[in-house]
DNA sequence: TAATTTTCATAGGCTAAGGCTATCTAAACT
DNA sequence: AGTTTAGATAGCCTTAGCCTATGAAAATTA
């Protein structure tokens, strides 16, 4: 058998914590694996590292050096990963994303910090935030990876859903309602449901009333002017009405807004769309790194 | 996504050949995965290491830096291994090993050649050879692994199938069917078969006796003297008779002595056995790859 | 330039490494 | 002795890393 840098990994955290458990936390794991991944480098390498008699996880002197020597692995590790990619020899530097405003406030902040952090390779240059016409946008070659709820499905272009939140009902914290745990959406009576406008994106749309009308609500309509992208929540403080959102907007909702969940629970999902003949390096990477970043939440 | 030392060494491996499909046959692998596991390693780093326009592996700048730098690393990860083992701690340095005589001449020479190139930390000390008594020897704490054919089961003890071999017919080259290319038992007539004494191992020798009534012949027996030990065959050389052996001991049959499968085939199994609470890493490696070396053939 | 060969990529399926939760055992602390 | 704490064990699930079979495209030959 032969070892693995995640094993080696897995120890390293062990040496330094002193202590099973808080390795399992530091790497955001189970304690078990930590011990199963432990004993398989030890039979790896067929040495005792760790003295077992006590509950403490004391080394060994084999894992003195097992410690010592793994951290140079590891670092050397990294230093060739980062070495290598400074080589990136493709023409096309660059990521250009079309994203609609919401995904555009939450996902992608944490996608280009953790792009420069890990992905050296990748830079990402155009950020353009469009509503409706995100599938057209890769179309027409203005950009590389699209993101956004409800796209087109066209030939030759990928699509695939990266993650499906939670739908909640976003209202005044003066509305009576506000404080309810939950919310059956004909207690809102005839309050209006705000909404953008149809043609932006019509399946999208479409969906949010349907979520009302089987749930037993046809509600008055409000429509938020066109082309004020992304301020759809702060309108609603404004005016009388609710609206549903996703739950990841929960922590950027104004001040005077609050979020609560369906009674009957609905979802919504976030899709990346892209080239399918695209398969750079560079970009695939980045769409790992986007889903990565979507399914952590 | 992480990179991987399998990956990098399939990388290195390409590197080195120029060439997919022969980096594939000295990794003893299959050629798509070298793709796939090369396509991985490319995604994970961001970067694009081979030149695909041609037919040819060309490498890119960065392709180059990552063969460089990748040989570099899997030499330190080698170097790792082999001095965290140097600190091997446990007072019991050395494994004793217990074995019926056909298996110490097969598999023994591979596992201890291959404990003395990859386990550093494991010394094979002593060799017990004993027909009937492996697990006797287990029990007495004169061996911590034992290896046979039809090993007694004991509380305390675990034991296991590690390869099951095919049964050939050993007979003289001289005999009428020695061209044969299977052999239907009856065709043998009143050829003894030769045997050990029963009370070395009861159930193995009953097994290969129902080998031969199952398939209708019921055959005279040749008892070998007893403690002639591996050299049942030798004395097959000298008398008209024949015996029942396992593939593996084809390469290593008299030159006047030819194997021959049977019409209706058989299997053998190897076992190996070990007391349970015995999870040492040096024994539990060395166990690791004694399953490795049988399967292997 | 059309056919053939060579070489890598893709598709789909299997096995086991690496992950999880739940639970057990044993050391250490009242 | 009883309780708490830490690590090991058991049983399950998901996916990396492997396979075979097949496809597509570059290079060679007819």
Not at 59 to 77: D, F, K, N, P, S
Not at 186 to 201: A, H, I, T
Not at 206 to 219: F, K, Q, V
Not at 231 to 245: D, G, K, M, Q
């Amino acid at each position: 058998m032969k070892i693995t840098l995640r094993q080696v990994e897995i120890f390293v955290a062990v040496a330094d914590a002193g202590h099973f458990g808080r390795a399992a936390e530091a790497l955001e794991i189970s304690q078990p694996t930590v011990s199963q991944e432990v004993s398989r480098l030890e039979r790896a390498l067929g040495v005792a590292l760790l003295d077992r008699s006590g509950r403490s996880a004391k080394l060994t002197q084999a894992g003195e050096a097992m410690a010592t020597e793994g951290r140079q692995l590891l670092t050397h590790a990294n230093q060739v990963v980062r070495e290598v990619q400074l080589y990136e020899p493709s023409r096309i530097r660059t990521a250009r994303i079309v994203a609609s405003p919401s995904v555009v406030n939450r996902l992608l902040p944490a996608v280009i910090s953790r792009a420069e952090q890990s992905l050296s390779s990748v830079r990402i240059e155009d950020v353009l935030v469009d509503t409706g016409g995100v599938t057209a946008r890769l179309v027409s070659e203005h950009a590389d990876i699209g993101l956004g709820r409800f796209l087109d499905a066209t030939e030759g272009y990928e699509s695939e859903v990266i993650v499906r939140e939670q739908v909640f009902v976003a209202i005044s914290r003066k509305h009576p309602l506000a404080n309810a745990a939950h919310l059956e959406l004909p207690e809102l009576g005839d309050l209006p449901l705000l909404l953008w406008p149809r043609e932006q994106n019509p399946a999208y749309f479409d969906y949010l009333l349907e979520i009302c009308t089987s749930r037993g609500l046809s509600p008055l309509l409000l429509v938020s002017p066109p082309r004020i992208v992304g301020s759809r929540l702060y309108l609603l403080s404004e005016s009388r009405a609710f609206s549903l959102v996703s739950a990841a907007l929960i922590g950027h909702l104004p001040e005077d807004l609050i979020a609560i969940p369906l009674a009957q629970p609905a979802t919504l999902a976030l899709e990346m769309q892209w080239r399918s003949s695209d398969n750079r390096p560079q970009l695939t990477a980045l769409r790992d790194l986007i889903r990565e970043v979507a399914s952590a939440g």
